[in-house]
């Protein structure tokens, strides 16, 4: 029995003391595994060397950026620096003439040397880099002049690239747009062309401190041939470069951008001149209109007016408030004076037309009077202006006969057959009445008559002096604006 007990009492501790030693190889291969992964190496054990730690490609180390004040310009105290400039227009966005600006986006890359920036290169190639490392080194402070708003692009980040060059010449490349001031000459809009300007110049550094220049001479500007704009054609860019002055701080390299639109006509062919001419030619018609239709022929000539000066207000009011005429101007301003005399025509026909049937109508009447007085005072024939006569024979009793008695016509009281006893009572009076013998002809000419009254001269002149006067100020506006 105790020696049975014994034996159990010694397996029990040869388990014991294995399960101790398994415990703790497995703590001892725990604490290795996180002491690994502490140092970044992977769980197997295995540690691997991190060149991006060594000093040999650490950029600042590299281009011994904090060696050197970039502060000051390359070769501080010595000559100028060069700095070469060429530009990439992606796009022309808009022109304004309201505002007389347009808009331009566009690559602006600038060239210099800097041997601050040398490093050494065994395959002499160049490093790339964005636009964190442009603010620990010097770079020209170019800006636009007469800019009124720019910026550079930043999506995704910022559009700047920066480029440096084993023997220190440095590439620096921005995506700018910009919105400039263009001084427009709108004397003869619409059939005018543009020239405007982009200025750029070193706000900072003068002539003796900055060189500015053109790199490739006209070259250094380059166009995208699908650059287009809806109211312009583009016809030329160039480059030239001069020296502004400023007062207090002296003389300045500047490079300027040109650019030349011409503006496409048609579309104000369209909107402005077509519309225009029209209602000037509305106008007469009112010539062919009877003188006495005054509702027909003022409401034509009123509408005619108002729409005139709603086509002028609607060019005015796209149009910058510039204090000299511009060549539409004359167009629409003649056009609205010829509505306007179209206008002022009809009421010279009207007042005279009232003035001349109020004479008329008086002499008819003195006329009527003076016949009538004759009649009773001679017993005479009355013609009373007509060419043709009958008679009415007045009897005693007031009863009334007709005869004819044309060869009465002429002869006095002296001349005339005494009358016989039987027809003592009777009175000849001779009336003016139409001869209704004359049938359908003389009607016909009285029409033709009446109508050739009621066409005043005035608008008989007026139907060949305006249409006249208009084609002859078109050729004279058209040859000498074309």
């Given amino acids: ?24 190889s497995r703590k001892r291969r725990w604490s290795g595994a996180v002491e690994s992964h502490k140092h970044g190496a992977p769980l197997t054990g295995k540690k691997i060397v991190d060149n991006t730690k060594s000093h ?99 999506t995704t980040t910022e559009n700047i690239m920066l480029r440096v060059f084993p023997d220190g010449h440095v590439l620096y490349s921005l995506r700018v747009t910009v919105t400039a001031a263009c001084n427009m000459d709108f004397s003869r809009f619409p059939l005018d ?20 220049y053109w790199k490739s001479g006209d070259e250094s500007l380059s166009t995208d041939d699908r650059i287009s704009l809806s109211q312009f054609l583009i016809q030329k860019f160039h480059t030239t470069s001069r020296l502004a002055f400023y007062s207090s701080t002296g003389w300045y390299n500047r490079l300027y951008i040109n650019f030349t639109l011409r503006r496409h006509i048609f579309f104000f062919l369209l909107q ?119 008679t009415m024979m007045v009897d005693g009793d007031g009863t009334y006969s007709e005869a004819d008695t044309n060869s009465l016509a002429g002869y006095t009281r002296a001349d005339a057959p005494e009358d016989t006893p039987e027809k003592q009572e009777h009175m000849v009076v001779h009336l003016s009445l139409d001869n209704e013998s004359t049938g359908t002809k003389k009607k016909a000419r009285f029409r033709s008559f009446s109508l050739m009254q009621n066409t005043h001269a005035i608008d008989t002149y007026s139907r060949m002096i305006f249409p006249g006067s208009y084609i002859i100020f078109n050729l004279i506006y058209w040859s000498a604006y074309c």
């Fill in 1 to 24: 029995m105790p020696y049975y007990i014994k034996f159990l009492f010694l397996i029990f501790c040869l388990i014991l003391i294995g399960e101790c030693r398994k415990h703790k």
């Fill in 56 to 154: 040999k490609v650490k950029t600042d180390h590299l281009l011994r950026v904090d060696d050197h004040d970039f502060t000051m310009r390359p070769a501080f105290a010595g000559p100028a620096v060069p700095v070469g400039v060429d530009v990439q227009v992606e796009s022309l966005d808009s022109i304004s003439e309201v505002d007389m600006d347009f808009t331009m986006t566009l690559y602006l890359r600038h060239y210099w040397k800097d041997e601050r920036l040398s490093f050494p290169s065994t395959t002499n190639k160049s490093m790339t880099f964005d636009g964190r490392l442009v603010k620990k080194i010097w770079v020209p402070d170019v800006f636009f002049v007469h800019s009124k708003r720019s910026f550079i692009h930043d």
């Fill in 193 to 212: 062309s543009q020239t405007c300007t982009l200025e750029l110049e070193s706000y900072a550094y003068t002539d003796e401190d900055l060189m500015l």
């Fill in 272 to 390: 402005t001149y077509f519309p225009a001419t029209l209602m000037v030619m509305l106008s007469w018609v009112s010539f062919w209109i009877d003188r006495r239709a005054v509702p027909a022929r003022v409401s034509l000539g009123i509408t005619t007016v108002l729409t005139m000066s709603t086509i002028i207000t609607g060019v005015n009011a796209s149009m910058p408030r510039v204090s000299y005429i511009k060549a539409v101007d004359i167009y629409l301003w003649v056009s609205f004076v010829f509505v306007f005399l179209s206008v002022l025509e009809y009421a010279a026909v009207n007042y005279l037309t009232t003035v001349r049937d109020g004479k008329d109508r008086k002499l008819r009447e003195k006329a009527r009077e003076q016949s009538l007085s004759l009649a009773r005072e001679q017993s005479l024939p009355c013609t009373c202006g007509m060419s043709h006569t009958g």
